[in-house]
T-cell receptor, first 112, second 114 residues
Framework: GAVVSQHPSRVICKSGTSVKIECRSL??????MFWYRQFPKQSLMLMAT?????????EQGVEKDKFLINHASLTLSTLTVTSAHPEDSSFYIC????????FGPGTRLTVT | AQSVTQLDSHVSVSEGTPVLLRCNYS??????LFWYVQHPNKGLQLLLK??????LVKGINGFEAEFKKSETSFHLTKPSAHMSDAAEYFC????????????FGIGTKLQVIP
């Protein structure tokens, strides 16, 4: 089956700094990738759709200037949380679409 | 448009007894349906999927689900619960194909009592 990886799996950063999370499709090309956020004890909420070679499409209520998404190649999308604050602490999961959605293992971000 | 409703936020069963996690969906097209499991502080693991083939779908770890179009349901079952089944379960609805966004249910937390 298709494999999607994320890096890092866990990151702790200080308030005000920026953090980059990578999402890679390891054995297939993905023109579309998705970024989700999961708060503790809650479901996954779609943040944005990442399209290779074009701007990401953000869901309503998601700050595009805070959550920068770049899909520079057919196998890599990155999510950068800029000027992170403690309320950005969350579990971030990406997925890549082919015949179905394949989910990465997630990145746990803690902002101190 | 699509939506998914997981009817129970929390289910508690005794080890060795059957498991039933309920999911209803709404979709304006023929959807694909999935069940994922998430153990604490872990990522998502695909249990099973329905993609318009057989309506009774068998997944990993003894789980299965039946797609019932007339009832717009996709309930997850297992004949005998194991302690390792304790986790959060998500029902997911998606248009066919992987290029469109999916919709997650709120999740059902399964507790297994020894």
């Amino acid at each position: 089956g298709a494999v999607v990886s994320q890096h890092p799996s866990r990151v702790i950063c200080k308030s005000g700094t920026s953090v980059k999370i990578e999402c890679r499709s390891l054995d297939f090309q993905a023109t579309t990738m998705f970024w989700y956020r999961q708060f503790p004890k809650q479901s996954l909420m779609l943040m944005a759709t990442s399209n290779e070679g074009s701007k990401a499409t953000y869901e309503q209520g998601v700050e595009k200037d805070k959550f920068l998404i770049n899909h520079a190649s057919l196998t890599l999308s990155t999510l950068t949380v800029t000027s992170a604050h403690p309320e950005d602490s969350s579990f971030y999961i990406c997925s890549a679409g082919r015949d179905e959605q394949y989910f990465g293992p997630g990145t746990r971000l803690t902002v101190t | 448009a699509q939506s998914v409703t997981q009817l129970d936020s929390h289910v508690s069963v005794s080890e060795g007894t059957p498991v039933l996690l309920r999911c209803n969906y709404s979709s304006s097209y023929s959807p694909s349906l999935f069940w994922y499991v998430q153990h604490p502080n872990k990522g998502l693991q695909l249990l099973l999927k329905y993609t318009s083939a057989a309506t009774l779908v068998k997944g990993i770890n003894g789980f299965e689900a039946e797609f019932k179009k007339s009832e717009t349901s996709f309930h997850l079952t297992k004949p005998s619960a194991h302690m390792s089944d304790a986790a959060e379960y998500f029902c997911v609805v998606s248009p066919s194909g992987g290029y469109q966004k999916v919709t997650f249910g709120i999740g059902t937390k399964l507790q297994v009592i020894p």
